[in-house]
């Protein structure tokens, strides 16, 4: 079992700059990929980006950019810096832990309860 607790999600304005944090109960360099994945109300989850631990990283095409996700293997945690946000950004953003390669390929493992992102004016 893998328990993620994320931070960070709040009120920004357009233009604006957030930063996602995802702790991990277990240490982030041992779990396959670790990423992020957001859902707007009416929408399905989508990929937001996702890295490997071998560092492979990926990019949602609507973030490409504006979005970087990062690891700190001794915190054990996952970050999602967001720039240049835009309304359409808003979401619940979820962390997401994947042990092995069949669960990073279908999105799925464990996620993290999520935290909201509201980007108006």
């Known amino acids: 079992q893998v328990q993620l607790v994320e931070s960070g999600g709040g009120l920004v304005q357009p233009g604006g700059s957030l930063r996602l944090s995802c702790e991990s109960s277990?240490?982030?360099?041992?779990?396959?990929?670790m990423g992020w994945f957001r859902q707007a109300p009416g929408k399905q989850r989508e990929l937001v980006a996702t890295?490997?631990?071998?560092?492979?990283?990926r990019y949602g095409d609507s973030v490409k950019g504006r979005f970087t996700i990062s690891r700190d293997n001794n915190k054990n945690t996952l970050y999602l810096q967001m720039d240049s946000l835009k309304p359409e950004d808003t979401a619940v953003y979820y962390c997401?832990?994947?042990?092995?390669?069949?669960?990073?390929?279908?999105?799925?493992?464990?996620w993290g309860q999520g935290t909201q992102v509201t980007v108006s004016s």
């Open positions: 277990v240490s982030v360099f041992t779990i396959y990929a």
């Open positions: 890295m490997t631990s071998g560092d492979i990283k």
């Open positions: 997401n832990a994947a042990p092995n390669y069949h669960d990073y390929a279908s999105f799925r493992g464990f």
